[in-house]
C-alpha cells in the first residue's frame, strides 16, 4: 500500500463532555455592554491640529485597537462614536448637527481636546463654545492637544460608561 | 536696496503719492483716486506682476477711519512694495484690483467681510469666510469679539 491510503484522520471528540466550562449566567445589559464597548467605531470629524494627535493615537505606538476602537467610519451612518476632533466655527456647526444625527443609536460623542469641549482659547465670534451647545457630549478630554494617554483614559471610561448603562433591545 | 527701490518708485509713480522707506519694504501713500494709476503703473513699468494681500486697518476716532492696505511682490526682482490709503468711514470704498490681478477677487471677498470695505468693480463681494446672514464686520474694532452668531439653535435639553 501507499503512504496515501496508509494515512487516517483522527475524529475529534467532539461530543464528549468536559464539564469544565460549558454556560454561565450574566445580565442582559451587562453581556450588551460587553460586547458594544469593545466594539465602537469612531466616526472622526476631524477638523483642526488635534488631528496629528489623533493620528498617533490611533497609530501602532498606542493603538486604540487595542480597545476595539480602531476602524474609523466614513460614513456616519456606519458608525456610533464621534470623535470631534478640533475646533468647531459656528459655520460649520449644521455640518455637525447633520453628522450627529445621520448616525444610527446608539451612538456616543467624545469631545477631543479643548477647542471641542469649550472653545479653548477661541473665545471670539467665530468659534462655537464647546461642542455642548450642539449636541450632548458623553466624554470629554482636556488637552491642547491631548496626550495620547489622556485619550486612551477617555476612551476607557467612555467604555465604563457603555457597560454601565441600560441597553434597551427592540 | 530697499532706498534705490523707492527712489525708483518715487520717480515713476505721480505726483501726491509719497513713497517712504519702511521697515521691511518700500511704502507708498496714495489717495484712493490714484490707486488705479499707481497699481498700473507698479504692474507694467516697475514689475510687481503678483498681488500678495489685501488687507485693512481700523483707525477708530481717526477722521478717516479705515486705511485699506496692499501687498505687492516681483518674481523678477524678488522684491516688495505696500501701499496704503485711507477712506472715510461714511463710505470705505475703493476701486477694484481685479481687472489687474485676479487674484484680488477672493482677497477683496475676505477684506469686505471683515472691515465692510467696498470694492467698486467687484461684483462678487459675497462672505467668504463669514456666512449668509452673519450682521457686522468682526475685524472692525467695535465689533465685540465674543459676539457669535450660531447659526444651530443651542441645544436645551
Redesign the interface.
Known amino acids: 500500500m501507499d503512504a496515501r491510503t496508509e494515512r487516517t484522520i483522527p475524529i475529534a471528540s467532539a461530543n464528549v463532555k468536559s464539564g469544565a466550562f460549558e454556560y454561565l449566567t450574566t445580565k442582559k445589559d451587562e453581556l450588551v455592554g460587553w460586547a458594544r464597548k469593545f466594539s465602537l467605531f469612531p466616526y472622526p470629524f476631524v477638523t483642526a491640529c488635534c488631528a496629528m494627535e489623533f493620528m498617533a493615537v490611533s497609530s501602532s505606538p498606542y493603538d486604540t485597537d487595542r480597545f476595539g476602537a480602531a476602524l474609523p467610519r466614513f460614513s456616519p451612518r456606519q458608525a456610533d462614536l464621534l470623535m470631534v476632533v478640533g475646533t468647531i466655527s ?2 460649520q ?2 455640518v455637525l ?1 447633520k453628522v450627529y444625527e445621520q448616525m444610527c443609536e446608539p451612538k456616543w460623542v467624545m469631545a477631543f481636546g479643548v477647542c471641542a469641549t469649550s472653545g479653548g482659547f477661541y ?4 468659534a ?2 464647546g461642542i ?5 457630549v458623553d466624554v470629554y478630554i482636556p488637552g491642547c492637544p491631548p496626550r495620547p494617554e489622556t485619550v486612551i483614559d477617555g476612551i476607557m471610561q467612555l467604555q465604563d460608561k457603555i457597560a454601565r448603562s441600560k441597553h434597551v433591545i427592540v | 536696496m530697499a532706498t534705490a527701490l523707492a527712489q525708483r518708485l518715487q520717480d515713476r509713480l505721480p505726483l501726491g503719492v509719497e513713497v517712504a522707506d519702511g521697515i521691511d519694504m518700500p511704502v507708498v501713500t496714495l489717495p484712493p483716486v490714484a490707486l488705479l494709476a499707481v497699481v498700473g503703473t507698479l504692474k507694467g513699468a516697475l514689475g510687481f506682476d503678483m498681488l500678495l494681500d489685501v488687507t485693512a486697518v481700523d483707525w477708530p476716532g481717526a477722521p478717516q477711519r479705515f486705511e485699506v492696505i496692499w501687498h505687492f511682490y516681483s518674481t523678477t526682482q524678488f522684491s516688495r512694495v505696500r501701499l496704503k490709503t485711507r477712506v472715510p468711514e461714511q463710505d470705505p470704498t475703493v476701486d477694484s484690483l481685479v481687472p489687474l490681478y485676479g487674484a484680488a477677487a477672493f482677497m477683496e471677498r475676505e477684506c469686505h467681510d471683515m472691515y465692510g470695505i467696498g470694492f467698486r468693480g467687484n461684483n462678487d463681494l459675497r462672505p467668504i469666510l463669514l456666512y449668509e446672514g452673519f450682521v457686522g464686520h468682526p475685524l472692525r474694532k467695535d465689533y465685540p469679539k465674543d459676539r457669535e452668531q450660531p447659526l444651530v439653535p443651542y441645544r436645551t435639553y
Not at chain 1, 473665545?123 to 467665530?126: L, R
Open positions: 459656528h459655520k456647526a449644521p448637527l473665545q471670539n465670534y467665530a462655537v463654545q455642548d451647545r450642539i449636541i450632548p
